[in-house]
Every structure is written in C-alpha cells, then in structure tokens.
C-alpha cells in the first residue's frame, strides 16, 4: 500500500528562530477506478481504504447498491519508476446484471482532493435519486448527543495528528457511539470511504446514523449521505446554500457550525431534542 504520510524537510521560521527539520506531511495520490478494465474515475486521495472507497464512491454514484452487485475487485499493476507496485489502480468487476454507466452522457468522472464534482454536465445531473426514504426516518438525537461529536471525531484522527492537513468523516450512532471514521485529504473521499464501509458491511441504508465531517457541508457530501440513507448530516464549519436545499428536499437533518456549545440546524429541526 501507499504511504498516509511522507517526511520532507522544511525552513521552519518562528519569529526570529530560523531552523531546518523534516515535517510530516499528508500523502496524496491518484487513484484510477476502473470497470472491467474500462477506465471510469480517477481521484486524488490519502492512500488506505482504498476498496472502501472505491464501493462508496460506486455506491453514492448510483453504480451499485450493495457489495453484491460487486463480483470482485483488485489492485492492477501500477509501477513506478523503481518498478514498485503503487497500488493506484483498481479494477472492479459487476455482478451480472448490474450495468456499467455510461459516462460519456452525464459526467467526465474526475475528481479532485477540492472538488468532487468537477466535470459534472449540470445541476440536474448530480441531483441522483436516492433509493431510500431518508424523510421517514424517526431518528432522535439529544442535543447534548450532537454537541459532542466534534471532540470525538477530532479524539480519533491519528494521522491529522501528525499532519494537520486531513479531513474526517466519522458515521455515528443517534447514542453518540463512534461507528466508522475515514481521512484523507478529499473531504469527499473521507465519505466515501466511511460510506464504504457501510456498504462492504451490507448495513446500507445507515438509517437511524449521523455523519459528521471536519470540514463544510457541500452539496455533493449531502447527496452522498442521502445516497447511503444517513438522516442526520453535522458539519462543523458552513454549508452551501445547495445543500440546504437539497436535504430540505430529500429529508435530511442539516447542522453546521458544529462546535462548543452550538450549533445551527438548516433543516428538519424536529429530529434534534433539545
């Protein structure tokens, strides 16, 4: 596999202190996502979890909607210079029946460490209809509950410890319980890895779940958790105006500026208790 982090000397200034030393940074690579050989995606992500990514990104793409519609799936050969393997291609085979997407209608499917929806054709494509009524789902969640998972999922992010340049996602129970937690250097890859996770577990929908994010909520991170059927989306920085709309249309419990004692909640306020 490779490498979460790399060591790289830098000039370190503080105030007037001028040193050399070698930092940790966070690793970021390509990962290409093919179908039978046929290329289909290529991200820029942190290395590790790779086959969890590769089934949330599948699943919140509308490809597949649980690991059976996934015969099989496996590094390829990607050498570098030395003639290594970088384990930076994986290739993924369909259950019969389910259909490979046809990509050249709808999106050029790249996306980067920034953005996930670069090459979307327009709104109306990435509005994917999720398969699950996330509206229906009664899910009660204690404000006290919501105002201490920013300290939980900061608790568990080892390797921000040692860089302070990822982005987290953690899925957590309406009890507060720690369920899943995914980083990388693409808030959306964290996503799709914690939601792969979910998926490779056979637990899609992840009703009665909250996902929580280090970062903002976006419009493509709502539609991934409604994709995965999650009723409580928490940010602990600002969401798009977007989003808001579209967890208000598809049902979804929107919170952001997640931290110390507060919060703002969007959308379908009822599932907070306070």
Same mark, same amino acid.
């Given at each position: 596999?490779?490498r979460? %982090?790399?060591?790289?000397p830098?000039?370190?200034?503080?105030?007037?202190?001028?040193?050399?030393?070698p930092?940790?940074?966070?690793?970021?690579?390509?990962?290409?996502?093919?179908?039978?050989?046929?290329?289909?995606?290529? %991200?820029?992500?942190?290395?590790?979890?790779?086959?969890?990514?590769?089934?949330?990104?599948?699943?919140?793409e509308?490809?597949i909607a649980?690991?059976?519609?996934?015969?099989?799936?496996?590094?390829?050969?990607?050498v570098?210079?030395?003639?290594?393997?970088?384990?930076?291609?994986?290739d993924v085979?369909?259950?019969?029946?389910?259909?490979?997407?046809?990509?050249?209608?709808?999106?050029?499917?790249?996306?980067?460490?920034?953005?996930?929806?670069c090459?979307?054709?327009s709104i109306?494509?990435?509005?994917?209809?999720?398969?699950?009524?996330?509206?229906?789902?009664?899910?009660?969640?204690? /404000?006290?509950? /919501?105002?201490?998972?920013?300290d939980? /999922?900061?608790?568990?992010?080892?390797?921000?410890?040692?860089?302070?340049?990822?982005h987290?996602?953690?899925?957590?129970?309406?009890?507060?319980?720690?369920?899943?937690?995914?980083?990388?250097?693409?808030?959306?890859?964290?996503?799709?890895?914690?939601?792969?996770?979910?998926?490779?577990?056979?637990?899609?929908?992840?009703?009665?779940?909250?996902?929580?994010?280090?970062?903002?909520?976006?419009?493509?991170?709502?539609q991934?958790?409604?994709m995965?059927?999650?009723?409580?989306?928490?940010?602990?920085? !600002?969401?798009?105006?977007l989003?808001?709309?579209? !967890?208000?249309?598809?049902?979804?419990?929107?919170?952001?500026?997640?931290?110390?004692?507060?919060?703002?909640?969007? %959308?379908?306020?009822?599932?907070?208790?306070?």
């Open positions: 596999m490779g979460v %982090t790399s060591r790289t830098v000039l370190r200034i503080r105030g007037e202190q001028r040193t050399t030393r930092d940790t940074v966070a690793a970021e690579e390509p990962l290409e996502i093919r179908l039978a050989g046929t290329p289909l995606a290529v %991200t820029m992500r942190t290395p590790g979890d790779d086959f969890d990514l590769v089934h949330g990104f599948l699943a919140t509308g490809v649980g690991p059976d519609d996934v015969a099989g799936l496996r590094y390829c050969d990607s570098d210079a030395d003639g290594r393997n970088t384990y930076n291609v994986v085979d369909l259950a019969a029946g389910v259909p490979i997407p046809d990509t050249g209608l709808e999106r050029n499917f790249y996306t980067s460490s920034s953005c996930g929806v090459g979307k054709a109306d494509a990435i509005r994917t209809k999720t398969s699950y009524d996330v509206a229906a789902d009664g899910v009660q969640l204690p /404000l006290e509950t /919501l105002l201490a998972l920013p939980r /999922l900061r608790a568990e992010q080892e390797v921000f410890d040692k860089t302070g340049g990822l987290a996602a953690g899925l957590f129970g309406a009890d507060g319980h720690l369920r899943a937690l995914r980083e990388d250097v693409g808030r959306h890859n964290a996503v799709d890895k914690v939601i792969g996770d979910g998926v490779r577990g056979g637990r899609l929908p992840l009703a009665g779940h909250v996902l929580m994010v280090s970062g903002r909520a976006s419009f493509e991170l709502t991934k958790a409604a995965a059927g999650i009723p409580v989306f928490a940010a602990v920085s !600002a969401p798009s105006s989003a808001v709309e579209l !967890a208000r249309e598809v049902g979804i419990t929107l919170v952001g500026f997640l931290r110390g004692d507060g919060c703002n909640v969007y %959308t379908h306020t009822e599932r907070i208790v306070l």
